[in-house]
C-alpha cells in the first residue's frame, strides 16, 4: 500500500514558518498534501462574536503564498480548516478573497473548494425543539431559544466527510469552515484509503504544527506518513525531534480526557497504542482506534455580546492602601453607586482585579498575600459603551482621591502608567452556545468555483 | 518532594471554553510510577488545592504510555467572559506545583 505523507507548516495559519523546514519536506519527500489548522476557540468568544480574525491579513497572506505556490506546482490540495479562525461566513470570506489575490498576483488558477459552516438561529431552534441538543459537559446550562435569539453567529465543527468530498471534486485549495481540527488532515488520509483512527490521530498530532516535537513549536513544520497500519511522526527542522513520550504527551493535549477523543460522529480510542522510536527521530504510533458513534452528533459554537467594557490599569505602591485594599474598593463602589443613582446598580458590574496578590487565581489562590506593590486592573461591564465609560470614569476618580483611614498621600492613590487611564474596550462576548447536535445528513455545503 | 521537582511538565491549557485541563508529564518511568503510588495526587488532593467540590473534577486519569496524569475540571467562569482571570486557562497549574509527593 502507498504511504501518505502530509506535510503540517505550522500550527496556525499565519503564525509563520522557517522556510527551510517547509522546503526539506519537499526535497527528502513525495509530499500528498499540505494541511493547516487556522482555527481555536483559545482566544476566547471574541473572535466569533466580532467576526474578526485571530491573525493578521499580512501574516495570512504570507503563509499562504507558499503553501499555494507548492500545492499547484506538485499538483496536491492544500486545505485549510476553521479559515480565520472562528471559521463563521466573514472568516471564510476573507480567507477566499486573500487566496484569490494571491492566485492572481501569480497569474494562476485553481479549483477551490469552500465548505461552509454556519448555521442560522431557526435550524438551532428547530434542533432544540427535535430534542436533538445536549450539552457539551455538565457546567454548560441547557440550550435554550432566548439564548439562540441573542447568537448572532453559530457555527458547528465539521468532521471528514465534506473535505473528503471537495478531495473527490479534485480541489486544489479547499478552504473549510470551522471544523474539528484533526479533520482536514484525517480527511487527506481517508481520502487515500487509510485507516480512520490512524488518520484522526495523526491529525491531532499535526494541527498543533512541531509542537509535539522536542523542543515544541507551533510555527514550525512537521511531516507524518499513514501507512497501512501504522503512521510515523518526525520534524523537519533538525533542532527538533520526535520522541515517544513527546508524541504520546501530545496526544493529549488541550483535551479533556488522555486517551477517549470524541469527534463529529465517532469516538476515538487510544487507550492501547504504541509509541516507538524507530530511529532518526521517527516515531511510529500503532492500534489508534476509531469507534463510530450510534447518534452522529456535531459541536456547535455561538458567540453573544454580554456587555461593553471600559478598563483601567494602575499600580499601588502606598503599603497603607495596600493593607486597607478590600475596605477601600467597597467604599469606593458605595460612592460610585450613590453617584448615579439613577442607574440599577444591576446593570452594570465593577471587578478590581490584584496582580501581585491574586489577580490571576482570584478566590482560589492558596498563598498567602506579602509584596509592597500592587497592579491593579479594574472594568466596568455596562449594557452601553456610554454608561460604562461614564462609571469607570468615576470608578477611577473617587479611587484615585479616596480619602481613607489614616491616608498621609492625600495627593493620590494610583499611579496610571497611560494617559489616557481609561481605556474604551468595545463589546465582550461569551459563548452562548456549546452543545452537541445530532444530525442525520451532513448539513455542510460545498461549493466549487474555478478562479 | 514537591510534584513541581518531579514532574518534567506541570501545564494548563482549555479544553474548550468550559473546562480547564492540567498535564502532569514525567520524562521516565520510575518518576512516573512514584507519584502514581504515592496516592498523594487523588482527586481528593486536587479538590482541595484548587478548593472544588469532587464533582467539579470531569477526568482524573493516568495514561501509562505517556507517563503522565491528565486533570480536567470545570471552570466557573466560561473562557474570555466577564469575570475570566486566564482566558487561555495556561496558568491554572501553579496550586499543582507545590503538592508533596
Given at each position: 500500500?502507498?504511504?501518505?505523507n502530509i506535510l503540517s507548516p505550522c500550527g496556525m495559519l499565519g503564525y509563520g514558518f522557517p522556510i527551510e523546514s517547509f522546503e526539506r519536506a519537499f526535497q527528502e519527500h513525495q509530499v500528498d498534501g499540505i494541511v493547516v489548522d487556522a482555527g481555536s476557540t483559545?482566544?476566547?468568544?471574541?473572535?466569533?462574536?466580532?467576526?474578526?480574525?485571530?491573525?493578521?491579513?499580512?501574516?495570512?497572506?504570507?503563509?499562504?503564498?507558499?503553501?499555494?505556490?507548492?500545492?499547484?506546482?506538485?499538483?496536491?490540495?492544500?486545505?485549510?480548516?476553521?479559515?480565520?479562525?472562528?471559521?463563521?461566513?466573514?472568516?471564510?470570506?476573507?480567507?477566499?478573497?486573500?487566496?484569490?489575490?494571491?492566485?492572481?498576483?501569480?497569474?494562476?488558477?485553481?479549483?477551490?473548494?469552500?465548505?461552509?459552516?454556519?448555521?442560522?438561529?431557526?435550524?438551532?431552534?428547530?434542533?432544540?425543539?427535535?430534542?436533538?441538543?445536549?450539552?457539551?459537559?455538565?457546567?454548560?446550562?441547557?440550550?435554550?431559544?432566548?439564548?439562540?435569539?441573542?447568537?448572532?453567529?453559530?457555527?458547528?465543527?465539521?468532521?471528514?466527510?465534506?473535505?473528503?468530498?471537495?478531495?473527490?471534486?479534485?480541489?486544489?485549495?479547499?478552504?473549510?469552515?470551522?471544523?474539528?481540527?484533526?479533520?482536514?488532515?484525517?480527511?487527506?488520509?481517508?481520502?487515500?484509503?487509510?485507516?480512520?483512527?490512524?488518520?484522526?490521530?495523526?491529525?491531532?498530532?499535526?494541527?498543533?504544527?512541531?509542537?509535539?516535537?522536542?523542543?515544541?513549536?507551533?510555527?514550525?513544520?512537521?511531516?507524518?506518513?499513514?501507512?497501512?497500519?501504522?503512521?510515523?511522526?518526525?520534524?523537519?527542522?533538525?533542532?527538533?525531534?520526535?520522541?515517544?513520550?513527546?508524541?504520546?504527551?501530545?496526544?493529549?493535549?488541550?483535551?479533556?480526557?488522555?486517551?477517549?477523543?470524541?469527534?463529529?460522529?465517532?469516538?476515538?480510542?487510544?487507550?492501547?497504542?504504541?509509541?516507538?522510536?524507530?530511529?532518526?527521530?521517527?516515531?511510529?504510533?500503532?492500534?489508534?482506534?476509531?469507534?463510530?458513534?450510534?447518534?452522529?452528533?456535531?459541536?456547535?459554537?455561538?458567540?453573544?455580546?454580554?456587555?461593553?467594557?471600559?478598563?483601567?490599569?494602575?499600580?499601588?505602591?502606598?503599603?497603607?492602601?495596600?493593607?486597607?485594599?478590600?475596605?477601600?474598593?467597597?467604599?469606593?463602589?458605595?460612592?460610585?453607586?450613590?453617584?448615579?443613582?439613577?442607574?440599577?446598580?444591576?446593570?452594570?458590574?465593577?471587578?478590581?482585579?490584584?496582580?501581585?496578590?491574586?489577580?490571576?487565581?482570584?478566590?482560589?489562590?492558596?498563598?498567602?498575600?506579602?509584596?509592597?506593590?500592587?497592579?491593579?486592573?479594574?472594568?466596568?461591564?455596562?449594557?452601553?459603551?456610554?454608561?460604562?465609560?461614564?462609571?469607570?470614569?468615576?470608578?477611577?476618580?473617587?479611587?484615585?482621591?479616596?480619602?481613607?483611614?489614616?491616608?498621609?498621600?492625600?495627593?493620590?492613590?494610583?499611579?496610571?502608567?497611560?494617559?489616557?487611564?481609561?481605556?474604551?474596550?468595545?463589546?465582550?462576548?461569551?459563548?452562548?452556545?456549546?452543545?452537541?447536535?445530532?444530525?442525520?445528513?451532513?448539513?455542510?455545503?460545498?461549493?466549487?468555483?474555478?478562479? | 518532594?514537591?510534584?513541581?521537582?518531579?514532574?518534567?511538565?506541570?501545564?494548563?491549557?482549555?479544553?474548550?471554553?468550559?473546562?480547564?485541563?492540567?498535564?502532569?508529564?514525567?520524562?521516565?518511568?520510575?518518576?512516573?510510577?512514584?507519584?502514581?503510588?504515592?496516592?498523594?495526587?487523588?482527586?481528593?488532593?486536587?479538590?482541595?488545592?484548587?478548593?472544588?467540590?469532587?464533582?467539579?473534577?470531569?477526568?482524573?486519569?493516568?495514561?501509562?504510555?505517556?507517563?503522565?496524569?491528565?486533570?480536567?475540571?470545570?471552570?466557573?467562569?466560561?473562557?474570555?467572559?466577564?469575570?475570566?482571570?486566564?482566558?487561555?486557562?495556561?496558568?491554572?497549574?501553579?496550586?499543582?506545583?507545590?503538592?508533596?509527593?
Amino acid at each position: 500500500m502507498k504511504e501518505i505523507n502530509i506535510l503540517s507548516p505550522c500550527g496556525m495559519l499565519g503564525y509563520g514558518f522557517p522556510i527551510e523546514s517547509f522546503e526539506r519536506a519537499f526535497q527528502e519527500h513525495q509530499v500528498d498534501g499540505i494541511v493547516v489548522d487556522a482555527g481555536s476557540t483559545d482566544a476566547g468568544p471574541h473572535k466569533l462574536g466580532a467576526n474578526v480574525s485571530i491573525v493578521s491579513r499580512m501574516a495570512l497572506k504570507k503563509d499562504l503564498v507558499n503553501m499555494i505556490q507548492k500545492g499547484l506546482h506538485y499538483k496536491i490540495p492544500v486545505i485549510i480548516g476553521s479559515a480565520g479562525g472562528a471559521g463563521a461566513k466573514t472568516h471564510v470570506e476573507h480567507t477566499i478573497e486573500v487566496i484569490k489575490e494571491i492566485l492572481e498576483e501569480m497569474n494562476v488558477h485553481a479549483k477551490i473548494g469552500v465548505i461552509w459552516a454556519d448555521f442560522t438561529q431557526q435550524e438551532i431552534i428547530t434542533a432544540v425543539e427535535e430534542e436533538r441538543i445536549v450539552s457539551l459537559s455538565p457546567n454548560i446550562p441547557p440550550l435554550t431559544v432566548e439564548a439562540i435569539r441573542k447568537t448572532n453567529t453559530i457555527v458547528a465543527q465539521m468532521g471528514h466527510e465534506p473535505i473528503l468530498e471537495a478531495l473527490e471534486r479534485n480541489c486544489d485549495i479547499i478552504i473549510c469552515g470551522r471544523s474539528y481540527d484533526p479533520s482536514p488532515f484525517a480527511a487527506l488520509g481517508i481520502y487515500h484509503g487509510m485507516d480512520g483512527g490512524l488518520s484522526y490521530h495523526l491529525g491531532k498530532i499535526l494541527e498543533c504544527g512541531a509542537l509535539c516535537a522536542m523542543p515544541g513549536t507551533t510555527k514550525d513544520c512537521i511531516l507524518g506518513t499513514l501507512k497501512a497500519d501504522s503512521f510515523t511522526i518526525q520534524a523537519l527542522n533538525p533542532i527538533r525531534t520526535c520522541t515517544p513520550t513527546s508524541v504520546a504527551a501530545h496526544t493529549f493535549y488541550e483535551k479533556e480526557h488522555p486517551f477517549i477523543l470524541h469527534g463529529p460522529g465517532f469516538t476515538l480510542n487510544l487507550e492501547n497504542c504504541t509509541f516507538t522510536d524507530i530511529g532518526n527521530g521517527v516515531v511510529e504510533v500503532k492500534n489508534s482506534q476509531f469507534i463510530k458513534d450510534d447518534v452522529y452528533r456535531i459541536k456547535l459554537e455561538g458567540a453573544s455580546k454580554v456587555a461593553y467594557r471600559t478598563f483601567v490599569l494602575a499600580g499601588i505602591r502606598d503599603p497603607l492602601l495596600i493593607a486597607q485594599l478590600d475596605e477601600v474598593e467597597q467604599e469606593v463602589l458605595h460612592q460610585v453607586q450613590t453617584y448615579f443613582s439613577e442607574i440599577n446598580p444591576a446593570d452594570y458590574q465593577v471587578n478590581f482585579y490584584h496582580y501581585g496578590r491574586n489577580g490571576v487565581l482570584g478566590e482560589q489562590e492558596p498563598e498567602l498575600f506579602t509584596g509592597h506593590e500592587i497592579g491593579l486592573m479594574f472594568e466596568v461591564l455596562a449594557q452601553s459603551q456610554e454608561i460604562a465609560n461614564a462609571i469607570c470614569a468615576n470608578v477611577r476618580s473617587t479611587y484615585l482621591h479616596y480619602g481613607y483611614k489614616n491616608r498621609k498621600s492625600s495627593a493620590g492613590n494610583l499611579a496610571f502608567p497611560f494617559a489616557p487611564s481609561d481605556v474604551e474596550f468595545g463589546p465582550v462576548y461569551e459563548f452562548s452556545i456549546y452543545h452537541l447536535m445530532e444530525i442525520q445528513n451532513s448539513p455542510f455545503q460545498l461549493d466549487v468555483m474555478e478562479v | 518532594m514537591k510534584l513541581y521537582e518531579k514532574a518534567k511538565i506541570l501545564r494548563s491549557k482549555n479544553s474548550g471554553p468550559f473546562e480547564v485541563t492540567l498535564d502532569i508529564l514525567f520524562d521516565n518511568q520510575l518518576d512516573y510510577e512514584d507519584v502514581k503510588n504515592s496516592g498523594k495526587v487523588t482527586k481528593e488532593a486536587i479538590a482541595k488545592a484548587y478548593n472544588i467540590a469532587l464533582t467539579d473534577i470531569h477526568h482524573f486519569v493516568f495514561f501509562d504510555q505517556a507517563y503522565g496524569i491528565k486533570i480536567t475540571i470545570a471552570r466557573k467562569i466560561s473562557s474570555g467572559s466577564p469575570g475570566d482571570r486566564d482566558v487561555y486557562g495556561a496558568q491554572q497549574h501553579a496550586p499543582l506545583m507545590n503538592i508533596d509527593v
